[in-house]
């Protein structure tokens, strides 16, 4: 059974760091799209960033671009996201995703949506406080 369980989120003050991790069990995912999304109350839920497969090319939301990077560690058959200069407006649950094909390119646009994913974790929240 394909599980992903994210990790790391916790309350943080305005301008810290945090690192969030996503751990993949079941199968592996190196050669697989991974990206990350969040859901903030009484919204929908929206892209944070992608990893493409071969970990060569990365997608940043407006809001995550030059403050989040993504990142996966093979060997640990895990993906991680380091968010720096956390504001309030990133309090949200952070969903990582993992598409279920392998060797698999989209259209750039495609990147920024939920249709590459097939399996999701449960989330973590992540709380800055101003």
């Known amino acids: 059974q394909v599980q992903l369980v994210e990790s790391g989120g916790r309350l943080v003050q305005t301008g810290d760091s945090l690192r969030l991790s996503c751990a993949a069990s079941?199968?592996?995912?190196?050669?697989?799209?991974m990206g990350w999304f969040r859901q903030a109350p009484g919204t929908e839920r929206e892209f944070v960033a992608a990893?493409?497969?071969?970990?060569?090319?990365?997608f940043y939301s407006d809001s995550a671009k030059g403050r989040f990077t993504i990142s996966r560690d093979d060997a640990k058959n895990t993906l991680y996201l380091q968010m720096n200069s956390l504001r309030p407006e990133d309090t949200a649950i952070y969903y990582c995703?993992?598409?279920?094909?392998?060797?698999?390119?989209?259209?750039?646009?495609?990147?920024?949506?939920?249709?590459?994913?097939?399996?999701w974790g449960q989330g973590t929240q992540v709380t800055v406080s101003s």
């Open positions: 995703a993992a598409d279920a094909n392998q060797r698999r390119q989209y259209l750039d646009n495609y990147y920024y949506t939920a249709g590459p994913y097939d399996y």
């Open positions: 990893l493409s497969w071969s970990g060569s090319r990365t």
């Open positions: 079941g199968r592996t995912f190196t050669s697989s799209t």
